[in-house]
């Protein structure tokens, strides 16, 4: 880039900065707020003041986290994509305590991964949102760690009880449109196998806690998503592409799976998705 080029991309990121801040909130749909409220009523301790972000992005747009380190949590923001993880390097440099690194998290390196950033064994909060196969790197993660609290993204246009994830590649790119991510009926079997309890979605984020910590009532996953997809009256407002797969609201659980098989056909071996 050639100086005038820098100081052009410069000035835009300092605008972008100011608006985020302007706004008072950084995540997407209101995460953050759940986030800080759920936390604040448990009062951890210091030592487990601790965030995970898999997927940071540029580490305050849409950001689950941010918040958080902003008000004195420790952790670790990861992110691949190379222009997304340069502007967060900038912008995280008064955040000494945020441990940054720019890879792919999988299911083969994320323990490697969370021990390279003396991630405490019980940490406060996970945020997860990789668009691919977030089912098996949380599974894994949770073979050793256990955050009190995680927010994960599930993909809201597969209603329960289909329970879809993207099957893991290394060769995986994150190029699949709407064939993404996890159910969240897939993601409920995590809190069967790990003892979490799910207590809340906010249009395509589940929010999952130790069952140790937990003081809200645990939901199924069908009443999970009725009051945090489906009830939000501006639902289709916020994710204008689920009209194209509203029809499958109305379906019978066979009749949705293929429904679905007939809209990711190019996607066929790359996803799995029974009852």
Partial sequence: ???LSDLKEERRQRR???KMHRRGYYSNFGEEKLTLEYLASLALPEKQKFAVDIAAADGIGGS????????????LAVEANTNLFAFMSKLYRSLPDVSLMRLFVTPENVLQVLAAADTPKEFGFLSLDIDGYDHFVLSELLSVYAPVLICAEFNEKLPPPLKFTIKYDPKFSCNLTHCYGQSISKLYEITERF??????A????????????????ALSAAEAY???YLDKADRLDKLSANIEFEPAQ?????DAI???????VTHAGKYVLEL
């Fill in 64 to 75: 689950n986290s941010y918040g958080l380190f902003l008000n004195g949590y420790r952790g």
């Fill in 258 to 264: 293929a429904f679905f098989q007939a809209k990711f």
């Fill in 16 to 18: 972008y900065i100011r």
């Fill in 1 to 3: 880039m050639s100086f």
């Fill in 195 to 200: 003892e979490y309890d799910l207590i809340g």
């Fill in 250 to 254: 109305q379906m019978s659980p066979v």
């Fill in 202 to 217: 906010e249009y395509n984020n589940a929010f999952l806690i130790s069952r140790r910590y937990n003081k809200w009532p």
């Fill in 226 to 228: 009725k009051a945090g």
